[in-house]
Structure formats: structure tokens, C-alpha cells
């Protein structure tokens, strides 16, 4: 008697559940997938969210759609980053494909779009390849290639970089020959530099 309660209780328990777990043969669709990182001071570092995803356990991957993930600093979001859909692999890298765009909540003119994008999270860095444009309210840059150090708040931008300033009364087109362009997101300036022709250039915003 005491063993069929428990089974009943099992049984009420899971099916109360609110995400749906289901196996298609060895792996595991999920609905409403969400995962949340803390810091070691119990700090929200990054959560996770996508309204189905596909855990592969052959090769431990999770296929997630539509995928949106949260940035935090001080328990507060700071980055916002959606897509397509992305990979998670073995909670230490994703890689993100499809309309990726990033929104800095800390200056929301920022945004910042992509083919592709990927994430180391040990090391802090987001990769974003393809078609990489930052847009805000006084620049316009484009590149193939740019990297963000979450930790610095700096985007540094590969070579070829396309730019161009921004204003009220005009739009301004400066040509600026460079092998990199850093962007500082919290000073809100930018710096070209090339090695071959020693060129260095500041701008204020």
C-alpha cells in the first residue's frame, strides 16, 4: 500500500511539472528550456531561455530555437542576445546562427547584429561573424569579424572595417584606413589602429 502511494506521488509530481520532457528515441525534447548561472557571491551571471530545444545525449549537445540569453552584472541585465536558434556544448561554449543581434541595456541605441556568434563562457568572449554591424545614434560601423570581452565592455572590430559618424544635421563620412577598431562601450569612444602604417585615431562620442 505504502509502495503504490509513493508511485501515485511520483506520478502527481512529474505531471505537475511545467517543463515538458519528452524522448524521441535516445534524446530528450524539452519545451520552455531555461538554465540560469550564479556567481560564487550568488549573483545571476547569465541565464538561458528557448521554447523547445533538443538534448542530444550522443554527443551531449542541446539544440535550442529561438534562443534568448540574459547578461547580468550586480543582478542587473546588461546584455540581451537573441537568435535563430544555437548549441549549447557541455556548458562551456554556444554557438549561436541566424539574425543574431545584441542589445546593450546600459546604452540601448547599441545594437549590434550578425550572421553568427560564439561564446566562450570561462573566458568571457563573444565572437560575432558575418556581416557584423554596430549601430547607435552617432555611428555606424561594419566588419566581418568583431569580439566583445564582456568583462572590458570593449568590441574590437577585424579588418576590413567600414565606417561612419553620424549626426543630427548630416550624415559624415570619414574614411579611416586601419587594421582594427575598438569600440569602448562604457566611455563610449573609438579607436583605430594599423601596425603596418602606424595610423592611430580617436573618437569621442
Not at 547578461?71 to 542576445?81: D, W
Not at 550578425?114 to 555611428?139: C, H, M, P, Q, R
Not at 543630427?168 to 583605430?192: G, H, I, M, P, Q
Request: charged share 25%.
Amino acid at each position: 500500500m505504502i509502495k503504490s502511494f509513493l508511485i501515485f506521488s511520483i506520478y502527481l509530481l512529474l505531471s505537475s511539472c511545467t517543463t515538458s520532457i519528452k524522448k524521441i528515441d535516445s534524446n530528450l525534447a524539452i519545451d520552455d528550456f531555461s538554465m540560469t548561472q550564479f556567481e560564487i557571491n550568488g549573483d545571476k551571471s547569465y541565464a538561458i531561455s528557448s521554447p523547445k530545444s533538443l538534448f542530444i545525449k550522443d554527443i551531449q549537445i542541446y539544440k535550442l530555437d529561438k534562443t534568448e540569453i540574459l547578461f547580468y552584472e550586480e543582478n542587473k541585465v546588461s546584455y540581451i542576445i537573441n537568435s535563430l536558434k544555437s548549441s549549447l556544448l557541455n556548458n562551456k561554449n554556444i554557438e549561436l546562427e541566424g539574425n543574431v543581434r545584441l542589445y546593450d541595456q546600459n546604452n540601448k541605441a547599441n545594437t549590434i547584429n550578425a550572421n553568427k556568434a560564439f561564446w566562450n563562457i570561462d573566458k568571457y568572449e563573444f565572437t560575432l561573424i558575418g556581416d557584423v554591424i554596430l549601430n547607435n545614434n552617432s555611428i555606424n560601423i561594419e566588419s566581418s569579424k568583431a569580439v566583445l570581452n564582456k568583462k572590458e565592455n570593449i568590441i574590437k572590430f577585424f579588418k576590413p572595417v567600414k565606417y561612419r559618424y553620424l549626426n543630427n544635421s548630416s550624415t559624415l563620412n570619414y574614411k579611416v584606413k586601419a587594421d582594427n577598431a575598438y569600440y569602448d562601450l562604457n566611455k563610449k569612444t573609438l579607436f583605430f589602429e594599423s601596425k603596418n602604417e602606424r595610423i592611430k585615431s580617436k573618437i569621442n562620442f
